[in-house]
């Protein structure tokens, strides 16, 4: 658990939050694990202009590291946002035209209920006293944002990764809810390969010194959790293109362990990045979440049973080079939907970015959704 330092850093964060779009839930949600919250915080963002009908609304579900702020610049960590490629005027998801949403989930740490909040009962971090969560927990608790903002059915539900998975939980709760249904680069249920990578990344955490340490925070830990994860999301060919094995410093080898190559440099600053913006506690929550969801278990093993009642189109997207999210685990979506005679489109973008991709500057991918929201909108404007 996070100590002084935690707390500090927490305390600069929320004044930096002061200004960000807030729904207090005051509404009792009972989580997955049994526990029941009440009067907790959302935060969120919206793009674009909500029309008078309400009905060119999109709802944007954010990956494991991801937030609300999916385009333009991010006024906490002064970067880009996540989807820039993607969200904005004239782009694939076109704010000139249609009202994008997107909140940070459940468990995460930039302004919504997670284990960087402070509890009431006892006015510390709950760190890791916060309650398990669950995809199924994220999805519900943004259920009564669309509430609060008087909308009563979506354009089209979107979302790559985790948010793909996001999608996939709210096509299954709430058929009727969307006209259009996104998933990209997912699956129903995590693989032993992707919850090994989650462990490893939650070891590295608490295997530092400082998860538990007073006056300190595990960023070393976090660190090598995001250099681990962040080789997943790229592909060998990828690789190999953009670093193969050039020295960082031209020359000969040091002979030390130093970074003497330049994938290890950018390892180390993609790590070392990543810590200024990213709870250590949110990461262990969310990956276990991702764990957890298992779309077929719930529906007692069969994975068209999820879908049976969504009228909604669905378009599945993955992509050829992505390895830790493979088109066949995407593929397996679409028999489901086929199985139960769902309106389904299916397409393989052929990518050389890998999972990454979906996040990238890949023409094939962003016409791809854009034709399938816009013919969506105008079948409904008909």
């Given at each position: 658990?996070?100590?002084?330092?935690?707390?500090f850093?927490?305390?600069?964060?929320?004044?930096?939050?002061?200004?960000?779009?807030r729904?207090?839930?005051?509404?009792?949600?009972e989580l997955?694990?049994?526990k029941?919250?009440?009067?907790?915080?959302?935060?969120?963002?919206?793009?674009?202009t909500l029309n008078?009908?309400?009905?060119?609304?999109?709802?944007?579900?954010?990956?494991?590291?991801?937030d609300?702020?999916?385009?333009?610049?991010?006024p906490?960590?002064k970067?880009?946002g996540?989807?820039?490629?993607?969200?904005?005027p004239?782009?694939a998801?076109?704010?000139?035209?249609?009202?994008v949403?997107?909140?940070?989930?459940?468990?995460?740490?930039?302004?919504?209920?997670?284990?960087?909040e402070?509890?009431?009962?006892?006015?510390?971090?709950f760190?890791?006293?916060?309650?398990?969560?669950t995809?199924?927990?994220?999805?519900?608790?943004q259920?009564?944002?669309l509430?609060?903002?008087?909308?009563?059915?979506?354009?089209s539900?979107?979302?790559?990764?985790?948010g793909g998975?996001?999608?996939?939980?709210?096509?299954?709760?709430?058929?009727?809810?969307?006209h259009?249904?996104?998933?990209?680069?997912?699956?129903a249920?995590?693989?032993?390969?992707?919850?090994?990578?989650?462990?490893?990344?939650?070891?590295?955490?608490?295997?530092d010194?400082?998860?538990?340490?007073?006056?300190s925070?595990?960023?070393k830990?976090?660190?090598?959790?995001?250099?681990?994860?962040?080789?997943?999301y790229?592909?060998?060919?990828?690789?190999?293109e953009?670093?193969?094995?050039?020295?960082?410093?031209?020359?000969?080898?040091?002979?030390?362990?130093?970074a003497?190559?330049?994938i290890?440099?950018?390892?180390?600053?993609?790590g070392?990045?990543?810590?200024?913006?990213?709870?250590a506690?949110?990461?262990?929550?969310?990956?276990r979440?991702m764990?957890y969801?298992?779309?077929?278990?719930?529906?007692?093993?069969?994975?068209?049973h999820?879908?049976?009642?969504?009228?909604?189109?669905?378009?599945?997207?993955?992509?050829?080079?992505?390895?830790?999210y493979?088109t066949?685990?995407?593929?397996?979506i679409v028999?489901?939907l086929?199985?139960?005679g769902?309106?389904?489109?299916?397409?393989?973008?052929?990518?050389?970015?890998?999972?990454?991709?979906?996040?990238?500057?890949?023409?094939?991918?962003?016409k791809?959704?854009g034709?399938?929201?816009?013919?969506?909108?105008?079948e409904?404007?008909?």
């Amino acid at each position: 658990m996070p100590g002084l330092a935690g707390l500090f850093f927490c305390l600069i964060m929320n004044s930096e939050l002061k200004n960000i779009k807030r729904l207090i839930v005051n509404q009792s949600l009972e989580l997955d694990c049994g526990k029941i919250i009440k009067g907790f915080p959302l935060a969120y963002e919206t793009y674009g202009t909500l029309n008078k009908n309400k009905d060119n609304a999109i709802l944007a579900f954010h990956a494991l590291t991801g937030d609300q702020f999916c385009t333009n610049i991010n006024p906490i960590t002064k970067r880009e946002g996540w989807w820039t490629f993607a969200v904005g005027p004239g782009k694939a998801i076109d704010t000139n035209k249609y009202f994008v949403i997107c909140a940070n989930v459940l468990g995460g740490c930039m302004g919504s209920y997670g284990p960087k909040e402070i509890n009431p009962e006892t006015n510390k971090l709950f760190g890791t006293t916060f309650p398990v969560i669950t995809i199924r927990d994220i999805v519900r608790a943004q259920k009564y944002l669309l509430d609060s903002l008087g909308i009563e059915k979506l354009l089209s539900v979107i979302g790559g990764s985790m948010g793909g998975m996001q999608v996939l939980q709210f096509a299954a709760l709430y058929p009727e809810l969307s006209h259009s249904t996104i998933p990209i680069a997912c699956s129903a249920s995590h693989s032993a390969q992707n919850i090994a990578l989650n462990e490893l990344g939650r070891q590295a955490i608490m295997a530092d010194p400082n998860w538990k340490k007073e006056n300190s925070s595990p960023d070393k830990g976090l660190a090598v959790a995001r250099m681990a994860a962040h080789i997943t999301y790229l592909s060998k060919k990828g690789l190999e293109e953009k670093f193969g094995r050039k020295l960082q410093d031209k020359g000969s080898l040091k002979f030390s362990f130093d970074a003497d190559f330049q994938i290890e440099s950018y390892l180390r600053y993609q790590g070392a990045t990543f810590v200024d913006r990213f709870d250590a506690n949110s990461y262990l929550y969310i990956t276990r979440a991702m764990d957890y969801f298992d779309l077929e278990k719930q529906y007692k093993g069969n994975l068209s049973h999820a879908f049976k009642d969504n009228k909604s189109k669905f378009c599945i997207i993955s992509f050829s080079s992505d390895w830790l999210y493979p088109t066949i685990e995407n593929k397996e979506i679409v028999i489901a939907l086929n199985a139960c005679g769902a309106n389904v489109r299916f397409a393989e973008i052929n990518s050389d970015k890998g999972h990454d991709s979906f996040l990238l500057n890949v023409p094939e991918f962003l016409k791809t959704i854009g034709e399938f929201i816009n013919s969506t909108y105008n079948e409904v404007k008909k």
